[in-house]
């Protein structure tokens, strides 16, 4: 049978993206998704505004919710401070095997931890499997409508702290409208929308930072 279009976009890094340059894997994908096949990655306008913000938490540990095939992944890693670690998270095991692909092209693999399965699963496990107490920052991106039973089993596994930003991505397409009510009308979160476009199109979507106030 024929390739995937995951196994498409990780040809075109491997043929077009500097192995150990995470920049020009980001560029190699984009370059891809407008000009040969769309696909469903953060892309680079949302993307300029998960950098900002992953610049400005700068987090020492780091979750990703729907690697997908590791595009915002090796947008996050690229920005983390020394020692610190991203643990990403994604059931599908072709994307994960893609996804794989492409973080060891980017040369980021030593921050980064893929683990494969359900969110619901691994969140309970974080803990314990990877010694950490709670999360600085959580990058939201899997199924639209586990964002909000996963935000609450976060707080419930006491995996947020004072001070802990959630970023979801894809809050208008395709739309969280239960997640954009649970942060906004929660009284331990301050929320703010970023408002953007879908990736490569000019389709309206945006970003919703939420603070979890302990
Ligand atoms: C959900 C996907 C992203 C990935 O998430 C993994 N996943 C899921 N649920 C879990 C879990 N519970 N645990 C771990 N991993 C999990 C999956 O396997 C995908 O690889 N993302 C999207 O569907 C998505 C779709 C669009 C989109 C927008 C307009 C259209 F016309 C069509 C599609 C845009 C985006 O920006 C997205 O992000
Ligand atoms: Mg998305």
Same mark, same amino acid.
């Not at 492409?102 to 931890?113: P, R």
């Given at each position: ?62 979750? #990703?919710? *729907?690697?997908?095939?590791?595009? =915002? ?8 401070? +020394? !020692? &610190? ?70 707080? #419930?596994? *006491?995996?947020?702290?004072?001070? =802990? ?8 397409? +395709? !739309? &969280? ?38």
């Amino acid at each position: 049978t024929g390739s995937s279009r995951p196994q498409r976009l990780l040809k075109a890094v491997q043929r077009n993206a500097a192995k150990g340059d995470p920049q020009s894997v980001i560029s190699a994908i984009d370059y891809f998704c407008r000009h040969s096949e769309w696909a469903m990655n953060v892309g680079d306008e949302k993307g300029s505004i998960l950098d900002s913000v992953v610049s400005e938490v700068s987090p020492t540990t780091a979750l #990703e919710l *729907g690697t997908y095939c590791g595009y =915002s992944t090796v947008r996050i890693a690229r920005l983390l401070p +020394p !020692g &610190a670690s991203l643990i990403t998270l994604e059931f599908n095991p072709d994307y994960a095997a893609v996804a794989r692909q492409v973080i060891a092209h980017s040369g980021l693999q030593d921050k980064i931890h893929l683990v494969e399965g359900p969110s619901g699963d691994s969140i309970p496990k974080l803990k314990e499997r990877f010694g950490i107490t709670s999360l600085d920052f959580v990058f939201l991106d899997h199924w639209k409508d586990r964002y909000v039973p996963d935000t609450k089993l976060l707080e #419930e596994c *006491g995996l947020l702290r004072k001070g =802990s930003v959630l970023l979801a991505d894809n809050v208008i397409c +395709p !739309g &969280a409208p239960e997640y954009l009510d649970y942060v906004r009308n929660n009284p331990r979160y301050e929320s703010r929308y970023f408002q953007s476009h879908l990736e490569y199109t000019n389709v309206e979507d945006g970003l919703e930072k939420s603070v979890f106030l302990g």
